[in-house]
C-alpha cells in the first residue's frame, strides 16, 4: 500500500509516484552520491530531478495532445519501467488523431535533448563542466527516451504509432500480428546488447517479450482472412 503515492496535481491530472521508479533513479545516480564530493553529489540530485521532470513531461505531452483532440488523461503512474498516461476513454480511430497523441511524448524529449544539449554546450564553453555535467547527462538521457519510445513495439510509442497505420491499411489484426513480432525482434535485440552486465536493459527487454507475445497470442492461430 505505501508502493505508490500521488505526488501532485498538474492540470487536474493526478500523478502517481512508484516507489521503483525511485529505486531505478537511484541506482543510476549513486556513483555521484558516492563520489565523495559535494559538487558531484549537487550534479546527482540535478540528474535524478530532471530525469523524473523529463518521464513527467513525456507523459503531459500525451496528456495534452489528447486534451487538444479531445480524449482525457485520468490519470499518470511513474513506475520503474517509465511513465504511462491512462487515458479515460478508447483513442478514436483516426490515424491522425492516434499518432499525434503517440508522438507527443517523443516530441517532448526531441526538444528537451536539443535544449539540454544546447544549455551544456554553453555551460563548457564558458568554463563551468560541474555545470555542463548534469545537462549533458540529461541531454543523452533524453535522445535515448526518444530513441527508445520510438521502436516499433508494444507497449511503446513507436509500437502504437505503426499499430494505427498498418490498422487502417490492413486491419487491427495484422496490425498486431506484425507490430508484436517486431516487437519480439527489439526485445531480442535489446537483450542481447545488454548481455550480461546491463540488468536493468534486460528487464526491460523481458517486459518487452511479455507484452508482445501476450498481444499475439491474444490473437490465437494465424489464420488467413
Known amino acids: 500500500m505505501f508502493s505508490r503515492m500521488e505526488i501532485a496535481r498538474i492540470g ?18 549513486y556513483p555521484y552520491f558516492t563520489a565523495g564530493n559535494t559538487q558531484l553529489m549537487s550534479a546527482g540530485f540535478i540528474i535524478v530531478v530532471g530525469l523524473l521532470a523529463s518521464i513527467l513531461l513525456h507523459e503531459l505531452g500525451h496528456a495534452l495532445a489528447g486534451r487538444l483532440l479531445g480524449v482525457s488523461v485520468s490519470h499518470i ?11 479515460e476513454r478508447s483513442l478514436p480511430n483516426s490515424v491522425f488523431t492516434r499518432s499525434v497523441i503517440y508522438l507527443a511524448g517523443p516530441a517532448v524529449n526531441l526538444l528537451l535533448w536539443l535544449v539540454l544539449d544546447y544549455l551544456a554546450g554553453e555551460a563548457a564553453a564558458m568554463g563551468n563542466p560541474l555545470v555542463a555535467l548534469p545537462f549533458a547527462v540529461l541531454s543523452y538521457s533524453n535522445f535515448m527516451l526518444l530513441c527508445f519510445n520510438l521502436l516499433p513495439a508494444y507497449p511503446l510509442d513507436g509500437g502504437h504509432t505503426l499499430d494505427a497505420w498498418i490498422t487502417a491499411i490492413a486491419g487491427p489484426q495484422w496490425a498486431t500480428r506484425i507490430v508484436a513480432c517486431l516487437g519480439l525482434i527489439v526485445a531480442a535485440g535489446l ?25 499475439l497470442q491474444s490473437l490465437g492461430r494465424w489464420r488467413r482472412p
Open 12 to 29: 487536474g491530472i493526478p500523478i502517481y509516484l512508484d516507489m521503483m521508479f525511485v529505486l531505478v533513479l537511484i541506482v543510476f545516480s
Open 77 to 87: 503512474d511513474l513506475t520503474g519501467l517509465g511513465g504511462v498516461a491512462h487515458f
Open 191 to 215: 537483450a542481447y546488447l545488454a548481455f550480461p552486465s546491463a540488468i536493468f536493459i534486460l528487464l526491460v527487454a523481458l517486459f518487452l517479450a511479455m507484452t508482445n507475445w501476450q498481444a
